[in-house]
Every structure is written in structure tokens, then in C-alpha cells.
């Protein structure tokens, strides 16, 4: 199985500004997920991002709002843009290690807006 | 949006006895997922069954999937206090699939 490690587990930021969220894989992986998870919901996903191309979002979820960047088949960051209250969510990454694999998800991070 | 919904929404039961959690799902579906969220952290993998099999278990966990029914059954037996937890199904997610996951079961194990 794939180990997934995310930076900042947690942060707490003020409205109007942004956090990169980073991802990252101990082995290669072909497509990464981001997730968001509002308070005591479920999760949602927000885009898929494959190395090499430009990430792929979900309805209600733009790419203005969440970039997203795949740098190589290891990492991944997703940036919450001009942060809003309503952001304050767990944000999780997953990865899928092929047609035959399980995804696996990260620690998550709980970010709060004030 | 939610693939489907899980029942009941918080489960609360004495330390020893099964939990079972049901899941329902929308759309026809390759496989079905379930995962645990220990206090609002990350996911842990518990099983996956395949659309093509009706029960599935690993160690004290049995899962089955009615496809004609569209639902999936999670089944804890001899629950320990660190089985409190939030529990997922998920539709897809397979290799490079997205995943889809219902509204969740909070489970709660009193000692």
C-alpha cells in the first residue's frame, strides 16, 4: 500500500488569504484526488489531478478557487484561494497505484478560516 | 454529491456486542468500498468488494453487497472501545477511479 503524507496538518488562517496544502507519495502513483470534508459531512471530491495535464474539477469546484499542481508522479499541492469561512474544512489527497489497487488517503488537513 | 446514504447516522453500543451499518447506493457500481475516520483525521482502507461477490471478511468484519438491492451491509463483530469511528462506504475509487462516498455511520463503542 501507498504511505501519503500531507503538510500543514493543520492550520488556522485568516480570511482573504491562501494555504497550499502538499501531498506527498512514497511510491509512483498515476492519479492523485483531492477531497474536502466540511464539518461533520461527508466528503466530496474537488478535482483529480494526473501528472502532465491539467487537473480535472468537479461540479461546483474551479480551478480559480483550488489550483492544483502535479509536478512529477510522487506530489501534488492544492491551493485554497482567497479564503472564506465556509473553507474551514478537512482537505484529504488519495492516490490510486493502478487499475488493481486500492486508493489510499492522507492524514488530511484541518484547515480553519477566522 | 453523495453517491448514497449510510444508516443508521450515529450508532452507539456496548463494548462485545456487532455493529452493523448499511449503505445505499444510486448507480450500478464495479465495486464498493469501506473505510474508517478516527476523529475527523485521515482514511483507513477496510475493504473492498467486488460487484461480483455477495460477502467478503477480514478479520472481525464482514461485508455483503446485495446488487439487485443496491446496498452493502458492514457487519463489526465483538467491538472494542477503538472501533469508535466514523464509517464510509464508497463507490469506484478502484486503481484510478474517483471515489463517491455516502453520508456515513458514527459509531460509538461504550465500555
Known amino acids: 500500500s501507498a504511505v501519503i503524507s500531507q503538510k500543514p496538518s493543520r492550520d488556522i488562517c485568516q480570511r482573504g488569504t491562501s494555504l497550499t496544502i502538499q501531498c506527498q507519495v512514497d511510491?509512483?502513483?498515476?492519479?492523485m484526488f483531492w477531497y474536502r470534508q466540511q464539518p461533520g459531512q461527508s466528503l466530496t471530491l474537488i478535482a483529480t489531478?494526473?501528472?502532465?495535464?491539467?487537473?480535472?474539477?468537479e461540479s461546483g469546484f474551479v480551478i480559480d478557487k483550488f489550483p492544483i499542481s502535479r509536478p512529477n508522479l510522487t506530489f501534488s499541492t492544492l491551493t485554497v484561494s482567497n479564503m472564506s469561512p465556509e473553507d474551514s474544512s478537512i482537505y484529504l489527497c488519495?492516490?490510486?497505484?493502478?487499475?488493481?489497487?486500492?486508493?489510499?488517503f492522507g492524514p488530511g488537513t484541518r484547515l480553519t478560516v477566522t | 454529491s453523495q453517491q448514497g446514504e449510510e444508516d443508521p447516522q450515529a450508532l452507539s453500543i456496548q463494548e462485545g456486542e456487532n455493529a452493523t451499518m448499511n449503505c445505499s447506493y444510486k448507480?450500478?457500481?464495479?465495486?464498493l468500498q469501506w473505510y474508517r475516520q478516527n476523529s475527523g483525521r485521515g482514511l483507513v482502507h477496510l475493504i473492498l468488494?467486488?460487484?461480483?461477490?455477495r460477502e467478503k471478511h477480514s478479520g472481525r468484519l464482514r461485508v455483503t453487497l446485495d446488487t439487485s438491492k443496491k446496498s452493502s451491509s458492514l457487519l463489526i463483530t465483538a467491538s472494542r472501545a477503538a472501533d469508535t469511528a466514523s464509517y464510509f462506504c464508497a463507490t469506484g475509487g478502484f486503481g484510478n477511479e474517483k471515489l463517491t462516498f455516502g453520508t456515513g455511520t458514527r459509531l460509538t463503542i461504550i465500555p
Open positions: 511510491s509512483q502513483v498515476t492519479m
Open positions: 489531478a494526473n501528472q502532465g495535464s491539467e487537473a480535472t474539477y
Open positions: 488519495s492516490a490510486g497505484q493502478g487499475p488493481n489497487y486500492e486508493q489510499y
Open positions: 448507480t450500478s457500481i464495479n465495486n
Open positions: 468488494i467486488r460487484s461480483n461477490e
